[in-house]
């Protein structure tokens, strides 16, 4: 379980859609920016495509930038890209030319992306360029279970109680979502998950993470 305090780090996350990054290491980020962490949160994709016709195009763009500010990142360190959801495969060079200019800018010290084990066609190619752009530092693979067969859970990251409701609050940004009826837009499933991983590792709470590198 990692149980340190991450002060004045730089931390990236990386989301291949909006509300990725909350879904997997909302608690975290929570976490990290109340010790005073220097988070900078990406979205590849606004997923216009996945919006029923009735919505507005930047539906989720938007429900993105109010969730972010409910966790409370700064508007500077947010960014978004416009890639066609489900197609990032078709703009593989453009993602990796995005992280190494991400690298180069923020100089992070420890990056979030999706799970080698996430089966999202637009998280594989996320996962696969991070791991490209970021191979020198600490990397953790966040987890969606609802996108997984297997997750190799060999990291833990210990929260509490105010760190999984800001998760939740943050997560009630996305009206689209919730309003299709997702089974972990959930209060329910955000705290059984987060009980579950903290039982795992005799805490209150915690989010499980999938380590590829740790560079202390």
Known sequence: ???????????????PHTDDAELGCGGTIARFLEEGAEV???????????????????QLRDEFVEAMKLLGVPPAQVATHSYPVRKLSYHRQEVLEDLIRLRNAFSPEMVFGPASTDLHQD?????NECMRAFKELTIFGYELPWNQVTFSANAFIALQARHIEAKWNALQAYKSQIEL?????????????????????KTAYAEAFELHRLCL
Do not use: N, W
């Open 40 to 58: 900078c949160i990406v979205a590849f994709s606004t997923a216009e495509d996945s919006l029923p016709p009735s919505m507005p195009r930047t």
């Open 181 to 201: 009826h997702r089974p972990y837009f959930t209060l329910e499933f955000v705290q059984s998950l987060a009980l579950v991983r903290g039982v795992q590792v």
């Open 1 to 15: 379980m990692l149980d340190m305090k991450i002060k004045k780090s730089r931390v990236l996350v990386l989301a």
């Open 123 to 127: 998280h594989q190619v996320l996962h």
